[in-house]
């Protein structure tokens, strides 16, 4: 079966330090499939130099003000031509081994597939059951979403810093879809980012119902036996 086309989407806001590493590592991938989408958020620091340099090799670019890298996620995403959807930071990089699953692993359009990043030297996180969900989420940039996805789903602006977890949540939950694992490293992760150093009160609020409703019974009574011990 053909490859499809990748849609890569990068939120940027004040970027300029590493946005042009970031686009280098797209163009050095031995695959062509692929469209480049950035959605900056209101540069003032050089990041619209950076992008107007690759002009010729992003499909899609716009800069203004957004409500939060959520927000600048879903316009994006209305942008869009590409079989899949693949954020990256503009802090991140990718491996080889992108190419690799985009021309070989991408085969049904109702599975969420997702592979290994490198965070701190190690290869992070490998294979999720409901439970390890429930603890973790996968890395955004370890991941490749189905275009269908976002028929049915949008980040949750209410979750200000964990709405790509609560939407992973939710997609594990939903039968229309799966997730499959590839043993593949990707992309170098940068774990300084904004939901790296910030609190989701309303995520923290809402996990354990999450949890429960999308994830299973199993999950939700681990999970709360994990808390409790925590807590001793």
């Known amino acids: 079966m053909k490859h499809k086309k990748v849609t890569i989407i990068c939120v940027t806001k004040n970027a300029a330090a590493y946005l042009n590493a970031c686009l280098k590592s797209i163009e050095e991938q031995s695959t062509n499939d692929y469209e480049i989408i950035i959605q900056d958020g209101g540069s003032t620091d050089g990041t619209l130099d950076v992008i107007n340099q690759w002009n010729d090799k992003i499909a899609y670019w716009v800069s203004a003000p957004d409500n939060g890298i959520y927000d600048a996620m879903n316009k994006a995403i209305s942008h869009a031509s590409g079989d899949w959807i693949y954020f990256i930071g503009a802090d991140d990089r990718l491996f080889p081994e992108f ?3 985009v021309e070989h692993d991408l085969t049904d359009p109702r599975t969420i597939y997702y592979a290994n990043v490198l965070l701190k030297g190690n290869k992070y996180l490998g294979k999720f059951s409901a439970y390890k969900l429930a603890k973790h989420n996968i890395c955004h940039q370890a991941m490749f979403y189905p275009r269908e996805v976002f028929q049915y789903y949008q980040f949750d602006l209410a979750y200000h ?6 939407l992973n ?5 939903d039968s229309r879809f799966s997730f499959k694992y590839k043993d593949k490293l990707i992309a170098f992760f940068n774990d300084a980012g904004y939901s790296s ?14 949890i429960l409703k999308h994830l299973g019974i ?5 999970f709360l036996n994990r808390e ?5």
């Open 197 to 210: 150093v910030q609190k989701d009160l309303n995520f923290q609020a809402n996990q354990k119902k999450l």
């Open 228 to 232: 409790r011990k925590e807590k001793k």
């Open 161 to 166: 810093v964990y709405a790509d977890h609560v």
């Open 99 to 101: 190419a690799e699953m």
């Open 218 to 222: 199993w999950a939700y009574l681990r």
């Open 169 to 173: 949540i939710h997609l594990f939950g």
